[in-house]
């Protein structure tokens, strides 16, 4: 399996990573080895195989629509980067 | 008094006869002379466990308090503490100062344990050699030119060393049961969901599962009795009631059903590590077991399907490190976009970075029947696999690794040749199976590990089984030179 340099530009794009252009065609070369390690599972046939998500088939809890949190904003901007009045804080979006 | 169990300081702190304080501080003393050789820990906080350790023996004065009171622990530092950095290993969590308790410790410092030091891991828990580790790999006590294993490496490191009576860990692909292979100690990795998540940074959310490093079995199922049982803040925690795993253990293994896969026990298995399997199977023949060939056909089928499920889930799992909120953000970034890359390209490490683009490779448009929905049809094919072992046997034997613990740097440049270290343990991730690691003697001086493997939510079976062997045998009591007490 190949996979060319511009491939993984996009692909970094969608992580949100910014890899430089040694990091790109290194992970050209890696990406492709593991793929290929990847594609061995096309040695058997698994048409008539449900996929199984989830180890224990267990399906979502549900809860009482109540509020059970409380407001810790203070708390968690105490851990942020940047804040400002009450917000996070990051380059401007919108001119 | 350091070189006692688990059990065995619980029998002494109940009885009053040596204190928290006074057991503290000689895990202190011996860290200040051996802790910083082998890099076990990213954080020692002997001030704070100091404090925990002085309301313990309050609590202990009382009489009513619990068995783990008073014992120090270290905790892999993927769990989230209070006030305490956790930083998963990674530069991106660096600065993080967790704001809440994961469960796992909320429930170890209500028993009245004393957090004594956040443990080495690899970056996120993507490794198996703790080389990943933004704050460079832990040492293997067995070898300081080996690595511990991983990803839990610091924790089997440090327990290994006698630098901790025990500590947590996580097992997302074998992260539990191979570090303690290659460091001499016993590990269990529980049934996912028996331990909750909430608090546990998130690597791949449907493998993922906590548990214990210990010196023994008996150990292990202490601690396990504490962490184990349902959480409503962790939604995959499942309500299970939770076993007398220490009450178990004594139960004779007489006529208990012990299965070998064929397919763990191939060419590429070291000829050292067959020989103490093969030891070891004498052994639990001799109390009784019955031994059985099994199969389990897809096993080479494991680590394909696993490095298309956890990267998937890692790449969305990890998708909440943007700089923004908390962790590492770039300098002067020009605008969101750039923020956002390059706060993430400079925060992770090589590793991490490369399970991302793998996950969001598998995940994106095109290629989603190809590889995810074909690798979660593999995973129902590898645990119908185990099923239908289990309806022929109560316990699945094997090697824990085809390995003894390589050398530092052995694989950092060739990932797929590091991923293969775990052939014996994504199996179990994958099918969600309780399984455990537990020294069964040397290979060349090094440490053999061997695993054991029950159906869902049969740890006592399996803690039972590893006491019964521990009993007749003296490999979990080896320690390394230099280390001994």
């Given at each position: 399996?190949?996979?060319?340099?511009?491939?993984?530009?996009?692909?970094?794009?969608?992580?949100?990573?910014?890899?430089?252009?040694?990091?790109?065609?290194?992970?050209?070369?890696?990406?492709?080895?593991?793929?290929?390690?990847?594609?061995?599972?096309?040695?058997?046939?698994?048409?008539?195989?449900?996929?199984?998500?989830?180890?224990?088939?267990?399906?979502?809890?549900?809860?009482?629509?109540?509020?059970?949190?409380?407001?810790?904003?203070?708390?968690?901007?105490?851990?942020?980067?940047?804040?400002?009045?009450?917000?996070?804080?990051?380059?401007?979006?919108?001119? | 008094?350091?070189?006692?169990?688990?059990?065995?300081?619980?029998?002494?702190?109940?009885?009053?006869?040596?204190?928290?304080?006074?057991?503290?501080?000689?895990?202190?003393?011996?860290?200040?002379?051996?802790?910083?050789?082998?890099?076990?820990?990213?954080?020692?906080?002997?001030?704070?466990?100091?404090?925990?350790?002085?309301?313990?023996?309050?609590?202990?004065?009382?009489?009513?308090?619990?068995?783990?009171?008073?014992?120090?622990?270290?905790?892999?530092?993927?769990?989230?503490?209070?006030?305490?950095?956790?930083?998963?290993?990674?530069?991106?969590?660096?600065?993080?100062?967790?704001?809440?308790?994961?469960?796992?410790?909320?429930?170890?410092?209500?028993?009245?344990?004393?957090?004594?030091?956040?443990?080495?891991m690899d970056e996120f828990a993507m490794g198996s050699s703790n080389e990943t580790s933004f704050y460079g790999a832990s040492l293997n006590p067995w070898d300081k030119q080996r690595?511990?294993?991983?990803?839990?490496?610091?924790?089997?490191?440090?327990?290994?060393?006698?630098?901790?009576?025990?500590?947590?860990?996580?097992?997302?692909?074998?992260?539990?049961?191979?570090?303690?292979?290659?460091?001499?100690?016993?590990?269990?990795?529980?049934?996912?969901?028996?331990?909750?998540?909430?608090?546990?940074?998130?690597?791949?959310?449907?493998?993922?599962?906590?548990?214990?490093?210990?010196?023994?079995?008996?150990?292990?199922?202490?601690?396990?009795g504490e962490m184990a049982g349902f959480d409503p803040l962790d939604s995959t925690s499942v309500d299970h009631p939770v076993d007398d795993y220490t009450g178990a253990l004594d139960?004779?293994?007489?006529?208990?059903?012990?299965?070998?896969?064929?397919?763990?026990?191939?060419?590429?298995?070291?000829?050292?590590?067959?020989?103490?399997?093969?030891?070891?199977?004498?052994?639990?023949?001799?109390?009784?077991?019955?031994?059985?060939?099994?199969?389990?056909?897809?096993?080479?089928?494991?680590?394909?399907?696993?490095?298309?499920?956890?990267?998937?889930?890692?790449?969305?799992?990890?998708?909440?490190?943007?700089?923004?909120?908390?962790?590492?953000?770039?300098?002067?970034?020009?605008?969101?976009?750039?923020?956002?890359?390059?706060?993430?390209?400079?925060?992770?490490?090589?590793?991490?970075?490369?399970?991302?683009?793998?996950?969001?490779?598998?995940?994106?448009?095109?290629?989603?029947?190809?590889?995810?929905?074909?690798?979660?049809?593999?995973?129902?094919?590898?645990?119908?696999?185990?099923?239908?072992?289990?309806?022929?046997?109560?316990?699945?034997?094997?090697?824990?690794?085809?390995?003894?613990?390589?050398?530092?740097?052995?694989?950092?440049?060739?990932?797929?040749?590091?991923?293969?270290?775990?052939?014996?343990?994504?199996?179990?991730?994958?099918?969600?199976?309780?399984?455990?690691?537990?020294?069964?003697?040397?290979?060349?001086?090094?440490?053999?590990?061997?695993?054991?493997?029950?159906?869902?939510?049969?740890?006592?079976?399996?803690?039972?089984?590893?006491?019964?062997?521990?009993?007749?045998?003296?490999?979990?009591?080896?320690?390394a030179e230099g280390f001994e007490l």
């Amino acid at each position: 399996m190949s996979i060319d340099s511009s491939e993984i530009r996009k692909i970094a794009w969608l992580a949100r990573l910014a890899p430089g252009e040694s990091e790109i065609s290194d992970s050209a070369l890696e990406m492709g080895r593991i793929l290929d390690m990847v594609e061995q599972m096309n040695s058997i046939d698994t048409s008539e195989v449900e996929a199984l998500a989830h180890p224990l088939d267990i399906c979502a809890r549900l809860r009482a629509d109540e509020v059970t949190e409380t407001d810790n904003r203070e708390h968690f901007h105490r851990i942020a980067p940047s804040v400002a009045e009450g917000h996070y804080l990051v380059p401007k979006v919108i001119e | 008094m350091l070189q006692h169990t688990l059990a065995e300081l619980s029998a002494l702190l109940l009885a009053r006869k040596i204190s928290s304080e006074e057991l503290l501080r000689a895990y202190i003393d011996r860290n200040e002379t051996l802790g910083r050789e082998l890099n076990c820990f990213i954080s020692f906080i002997p001030e704070l466990a100091l404090e925990q350790a002085r309301r313990a023996d309050k609590l202990l004065q009382t009489g009513e308090a619990s068995a783990l009171a008073g014992i120090p622990i270290g905790h892999k530092d993927i769990f989230c503490t209070e006030g305490i950095k956790t930083s998963c290993a990674s530069r991106i969590l660096d600065n993080f100062i967790a704001p809440y308790n994961a469960t796992v410790v909320e429930r170890l410092n209500k028993a009245g344990m004393v957090t004594l030091a956040k443990t080495n891991m690899d970056e996120f828990a993507m490794g198996s050699s703790n080389e990943t580790s933004f704050y460079g790999a832990s040492l293997n006590p067995w070898d300081k030119q080996r690595v511990p294993g991983g990803s839990s490496g610091g924790s089997a490191s440090a327990v290994a060393a006698r630098l901790l009576p025990a500590a947590t860990g996580t097992d997302t692909g074998g992260s539990i049961r191979q570090p303690a292979a290659f460091c001499g100690i016993s590990g269990l990795k529980p049934t996912y969901g028996r331990v909750s998540r909430y608090g546990m940074i998130a690597f791949a959310s449907s493998l993922d599962q906590g548990g214990t490093l210990t010196r023994d079995a008996r150990d292990s199922a202490m601690l396990l009795g504490e962490m184990a049982g349902f959480d409503p803040l962790d939604s995959t925690s499942v309500d299970h009631p939770v076993d007398d795993y220490t009450g178990a253990l004594d139960k004779p293994i007489e006529g208990l059903r012990v299965g070998l896969p064929k397919q763990f026990f191939n060419s590429k298995l070291d000829s050292g590590i067959a020989d103490r399997i093969d030891d070891a199977i004498k052994e639990l023949e001799k109390a009784g077991a019955r031994i059985f060939d099994i199969e389990l056909p897809n096993t080479h089928l494991s680590i394909p399907a696993y490095y298309v499920i956890s990267p998937a889930e890692c790449s969305s799992n990890l998708e909440r490190y943007d700089g923004v909120r908390f962790g590492y953000r770039c300098e002067n970034p020009v605008d969101l976009s750039d923020l956002y890359c390059r706060s993430r390209e400079e925060g992770f490490g090589k590793e991490v970075k490369r399970r991302i683009m793998i996950g969001t490779y598998v995940l994106s448009s095109g290629y989603y029947d190809a590889y995810y929905l074909k690798a979660q049809k593999v995973r129902r094919l590898i645990r119908d696999d185990f099923q239908q072992a289990f309806s022929q046997v109560d316990v699945i034997l094997g090697p824990t690794t085809p390995s003894t613990a390589f050398k530092l740097n052995e694989n950092m440049d060739d990932p797929l040749n590091m991923y293969l270290s775990d052939i014996f343990t994504v199996s179990v991730n994958l099918a969600g199976l309780p399984a455990m690691s537990i020294p069964v003697g040397f290979s060349d001086s090094l440490p053999v590990g061997m695993q054991l493997i029950g159906n869902y939510f049969d740890e006592s079976r399996l803690l039972n089984l590893a006491h019964q062997y521990q009993t007749v045998t003296d490999w979990h009591e080896h320690t390394a030179e230099g280390f001994e007490l």
